[in-house]
Nanobody, 124 residues
Framework: QVQLVESGGGSVQPGGSLRLSCAAS????????IGWFRQAPGKEREGVACIGSSTVTPNYVDSVKGRFTISRDTAKNTMYLQMDSLKPEDTATYYC?????????????????WGQGTQVAVDP
């Protein structure tokens, strides 16, 4: 069964850290571009971090640069999003995704697979 399963969300105070994980099964993450999206209540979904299929150079939306780190562990077939210096405006449901080969402005150009979403709350 092809799926992405997320874990690691939760509630944290401003300035805190969380690490999101996204384990793939039924396909190999190594051969796809991977990315993380988020959607806050009442707002459109936005891509926040992405790595292309044939590069190790990450691509971030400006609002998370220097605070978020996307990575991929090929041995575990898992992707991660390390989130540091969290702000209340980072509160959202976070989704992992994989697809295609390319990224643009922190987002996948094409999404073939999606995780179920995990909630992140940054509460003062």
């Amino acid at each position: 069964q092809v799926q992405l399963v997320e874990s690691g969300g939760g509630s944290v105070q401003p300035g805190g850290s969380l690490r999101l994980s996204c384990a793939a099964s039924g396909f190999t993450l190594q051969y796809y571009a991977i990315g993380w999206f988020r959607q806050a209540p009442g707002k459109e979904r936005e891509g926040v971090a992405c790595i292309g299929s044939s590069t190790v150079t990450p691509n971030y939306v400006d609002s998370v640069k220097g605070r978020f780190t996307i990575s991929r562990d090929t041995a575990k077939n898992t992707m991660y999003l390390q989130m540091d210096s969290l702000k209340p405006e980072d509160t959202a449901t976070y989704y992992c995704a994989a697809g295609g080969d390319y990224c643009s402005h922190g987002a996948l150009v094409r999404e073939d697979y999606w995780g179920q979403g995990t909630q992140v709350a940054v509460d003062p």
